[in-house]
């Protein structure tokens, strides 16, 4: 079955850095975009970041840009957001996703979602 | 940039038809899909590409469009319904960038 799975996240002081990373199986992973979305505390949803199955595409949210970098290792069907400059409005859990199937096109949002990783930006 | 509205909170009696709404103007020319999230879980997703449901996803929850609107709606709504509900659709700049909505908590009485 599919499954993703965060970890990385933590408590971070404002200006400081963080790697997420994420691991996922149960599907063919180069097959699939990937994305990360975040939810701060009693909040709905934000979209972050997502990632083409090849690298060739990649967009992040105007909240992130400049400071957040997505990646992914197709080898160790992995991807990661590495956070810089973080502030206290990054807090919350971070969920990695599967996005869409490139054999399909794209059907709406992400569909298997990881259990999240908490991260606390505060001094 | 564009947003998705949704009411903040929509109540039903047990076994009953509600719907949850979702409006925006991406959502005239993109697909639209809805989230369930219980507290301390993950989204789960229930509907996506407008109508079609996921395996799994009990045949009660349904979606629809019309014009900048979106609707979920649960045919006979039970205790374990009550959830948050977020709907999601991409932007309308181009850019193909995600939007979610800020979410209904739908109470079952």
């Known amino acids: 079955q599919v499954q993703v799975v965060e970890s990385g996240g933590g408590l971070v002081k404002p200006g400081g850095s963080l790697r997420l990373s994420c691991t996922a199986s149960g599907f063919t992973f180069i097959d699939y975009y990937m994305t990360w979305i975040r939810q701060a505390p009693g909040k709905g949803p934000e979209w972050v970041a997502y990632?083409?199955?090849?690298?060739?595409?990649?967009k992040y949210a105007d909240s992130v840009k400049g400071r957040f970098t997505i990646s992914r290792d197709n080898a160790k069907n992995s991807v990661f957001l590495e956070m810089n400059s973080l502030r206290a409005e990054d807090t919350g859990v971070y969920y990695c996703?599967?996005?869409?199937?490139?054999?399909?096109?794209?059907?709406?949002?992400?569909?298997?979602w990881g259990q999240g990783t908490l991260v606390t930006v505060s001094a | 940039s564009s947003e998705l509205t949704q009411d903040p909170a929509v109540s039903v009696a047990l076994g009953q038809i509600v719907s949850i709404t979702c409006q925006g103007d991406?959502?005239?020319?993109?697909?639209a899909s809805w989230y369930q999230q219980k507290p301390g879980q993950a989204p789960t997703l229930i509907i996506y590409?407008?109508?079609r449901r996921p395996s799994g996803i009990p045949d009660r929850f349904s979606g629809s469009t019309s014009g900048n609107t979106a609707s979920l709606t649960i045919s006979g709504a039970q205790a374990e319904d009550e959830a948050d509900y977020y709907c999601n659709s991409r932007d309308t700049s181009g850019d193909f960038l995600e939007l979610f909505g800020g979410g209904t908590r739908l109470t079952v009485l």
């Open positions: 990632i083409s199955n090849n690298d060739l595409y990649i």
């Open positions: 590409a407008t109508n």
């Open positions: 991406s959502l005239i020319s993109n697909y």
């Open positions: 996703a599967r996005y869409y199937n490139i054999l399909n096109g794209y059907q709406g949002g992400p569909d298997y």
